[in-house]
């Protein structure tokens, strides 16, 4: 029997952030993911030498690392860390107390004590940053500045470093000299991330891949009708000219780059988003490459539905997902690899709420049920599992940024006797593929088509302005403008044909920075007409989605509740509950399958907190699986409200202080066409105007398997006497 052979492909991205016509740069992830997630899963990988991986590293990232590291840039977010901590304007101190939080708090602030104080002080969601700044002395803004930029490094970074670990054991009080010396720390670890890579490349450990420069939508470039063959009736911009010569543009700077920068040409792409299509084959076999990626629902339907998933989520012919295919379009050939979806979702949502200890049994034990299952069908060649998703942004999810769980994987891997870690390029060359697959699937590995892209009326608008824009500039080159203007000004161009900026005008993502998305795209617009001395268009001046900025993750009870629990859809019941609706977070991952829980309602009585939970179709379709809903209460903490069977007409319901059961709670459930949840204040021993901080989590076989909100908690007071006054009165 030949061993499993899993390749491991961690995608490294991030848009290209700065305005380099002005010299601004809003937007601090490239620094920040950098100290934490591209240096620490190097450093991973490094720890463990015999692991094997691909890294596929994105040159709109890599520019930026080398702009910081090589030419002193900074961003916004690094200026005002830099400034003295007394001299802040206005301004400055209400960016700060906008931004200086944006961590995930249960991973990244919660565990330390002062910036938990800090965050329980600035009243998210109640106070604006204006307001709280009058909270906010020196000091406190001195330590949040240091705060915000020290949780940004990896877990690894304290281990290696013991001047690092005590500055973090210090917790409060730093100087600002003291906090420049961990502004330079960070730059010393931005300056190792490169090299690290090639130290890791060179000695044969890690493959290194690439994408397109600024990780444009491949086939939309080439031909935005390709939409159409995953959704037939969806809605197209105005504009539907392709630009093949931008697509292969975007692929040969990649190639350029990548070998300047590492020394080497590439063999493997992961194409932007994981989207695919023939047409694209011929570019990216001329530019050299060896191999591609994508979903396992490009295969899926590339077959006509004859690799699938049944309805347990078993594939129903492993041997043909677990093997590379030939694709082929005139006269060009590449390979290609299927990443295993539910793999890689396990690492990139599901393993986060596992002990890690449990994630690595779990994910060594799903691999060994694999390397059964295909032993049968694997006598020429041995089955290749690729788990391919983000490198950086699941970890701040995990507990201890997954430092036990990567950790405790790897070790596994690299010493099991059966499976066998593999770059991609190697396995390839050792086991090529040999069957054909007729005709590629146009699509992407959300979903396995472009609706987050294209197809939505503000997507279609943004397509529309990148069309009229890219005409202008045509037309100006041809009247021969000076070549470096123009040389500016398609650049310009080719970072606005970057996927991130749609991936937020699509109304399933939000974050705290759409409008910032929305002026970044539109500003990229406008500085090809800058750069060729034309007045940019009244349209890139104004947003295109304007409607959506407003938006707040949930919103707050504007009055009590009068409710009666017995799971019935009643509106009015529940017309002065604040509402939560289930969307993604900051951050540029998704799950491609939809939330069970899509909306949670919150609100109160006089003598109750009472939660409604609703889903797509009915509470038992929708939980029939799930074993138990848990409702934990960050403050008052120690609380857990446990709803067992929430699928079933009859849920039982319980609370816990600190694990013992209390038989006094009046907690009670109700389950039908929605769950409703109800417990008094009597129970949680909760006092008027005392805050309120609660999560939900799905429960399955011991394990979380959905959390609502996916970050952070709900977080609001318990109503005073006088409270229903106070909101007519506002």
């Not at 500045?145 to 690092?164: G, I, M, R, S, Y």
């Amino acid at each position: 029997m030949h061993d499993l052979s899993v390749a491991f492909v961690w995608h490294q991205h991030q848009p290209y952030y700065p305005d380099d016509v002005s010299g601004h740069n809003p937007m601090p992830w490239v620094r920040l993911h950098g100290t934490k997630d591209y240096w620490g899963m190097a450093m991973h990988l490094d720890e463990v030498p015999e692991m094997r991986a691909t890294i596929n590293l994105v040159p709109s990232l890599l520019t930026q690392i080398e702009a910081y590291t090589k030419q002193g840039r900074q961003d916004e977010h690094l200026r005002i860390s830099s400034l003295p901590a007394d001299s802040l304007s206005e301004t400055d101190r209400v960016y700060l107390l906008d931004n200086f939080f944006m961590a995930n708090p249960d991973q990244m602030i919660r565990p330390f004590a002062r910036y938990r104080e800090l965050y329980d002080q600035r009243g998210l969601g109640v106070d604006t940053a204006a307001r709280a700044a009058r909270r906010f002395t020196t000091r406190d803004i001195l330590d949040l500045q240091c705060w915000n930029n020290l949780v940004w490094f990896h877990p690894l970074a304290f281990e290696k470093h013991a001047d690092l670990a005590e500055f973090r054991a210090k917790g409060q009080h730093w100087t600002e000299d003291e906090k420049t010396w961990l502004l330079e720390k960070q730059m010393e670890l931005l300056k190792q991330i490169i090299p690290l890579h090639r130290k890791l490349a060179k000695r044969g450990q890690v493959e290194l891949s690439t994408t397109p420069f600024y990780h444009p939508i491949l086939p939309l470039l080439i031909d935005k009708r390709l939409a159409r063959q995953a959704m037939p009736h969806v809605d197209l911009p105005r504009h539907l000219e392709g630009y093949a010569q931008d697509a292969a543009a975007q692929i040969q700077r990649a190639v350029e780059y990548h070998t300047r920068v590492f020394g080497s040409r590439p063999q493997g792409m992961w194409p932007s988003e994981g989207s695919v299509a023939q047409a694209v084959i011929p570019l990216i076999a001329d530019a050299g490459f060896q191999w591609i990626a994508s979903d396992e629902e490009i295969l899926t339907h590339s077959t006509d539905g004859w690799v699938a998933r049944d309805a347990q989520g078993h594939v129903t012919h492993p041997e043909a997902l677990y093997r590379p295919w030939r694709i082929e379009e005139g006269g060009r050939k590449l390979q290609m690899i299927f990443r295993d979806h539910a793999l890689s979702d396990l690492i990139g949502f599901h393993y986060q709420r596992y002990d890690p200890e449990q994630a690595v049994d779990d994910m060594i034990g799903k691999l060994s049920a694999i390397h059964h299952s295909t032993a049968a069908h694997s006598s020429k060649q041995p089955a290749l599992v690729s788990i391919i998703l983000d490198g950086e942004n699941c970890w701040e999810y995990y507990r201890n940024g997954g430092l036990e769980f990567l950790r405790g994987l790897y070790r596994r891997l690299a010493e099991h006797e059966t499976i066998r870690p593999v770059r991609v390029t190697d396995q390839l060359r050792e086991h090529p593929a040999s069957e054909p697959l007729g005709r590629l699937f146009a699509g992407s590995w959300i979903s396995h088509n472009y609706a987050i892209w294209i197809g939505h009326p503000t997507c279609n608008r943004a397509w529309d302005l990148l069309s009229e824009t890219r005409n202008m500039l045509v037309d100006r080159a041809s009247r021969k403008k000076p070549a470096a203007e123009i040389a500016r000004a398609w650049q310009e161009l080719y970072i606005a044909e970057g996927s991130d900026w749609f991936w937020w005008f699509d109304d399933q993502h939000s974050s705290s920075q759409d409008a910032l998305f929305d002026e970044l795209f539109r500003k990229h617009l406008q500085n090809v007409y800058t750069l060729l001395g034309e007045e940019p268009p009244v349209e890139l001046l104004q947003p295109i989605s304007p409607d959506r900025f407003q938006s707040r993750v949930y919103t707050q009870p504007t009055g009590l509740v009068d409710v009666t629990v017995d799971g019935r859809e009643t509106y009015f019941e529940w017309i002065n509950a604040g509402v939560y609706t289930a969307s993604a977070a900051r951050g540029t991952m998704s799950m491609t399958d939809a939330q069970r829980i899509e909306q949670l309602r919150f609100g109160f009585d006089r003598e109750r907190l009472l939660l409604r939970f609703d889903v797509r179709g009915t509470i038992n379709q929708r939980l029939a699986d799930v074993d138990m809903l848990r409702i934990v209460f960050v403050e008052p903490t120690g609380y857990e409200l446990l709803v067992n069977q929430p699928g079933t007409a009859q849920p039982t319901v319980q609370l816990f202080h600190n694990e013992v059961p209390l038989s006094k709670a009046g907690a009670e459930a109700a389950s039908g066409r929605i769950l409703e949840v109800a417990v008094t204040w009597r129970g949680l021993a909760a006092a008027a105007d005392e805050p309120l901080h609660f999560y939900a989590e799905l429960i399955r076989d011991g394990q979380p398997m959905e959390r609502i909100p996916r970050e952070g908690a709900i977080e609001t007071f318990v109503p005073s006497p006088d409270f229903e006054l106070m909101m007519w009165q506002a």
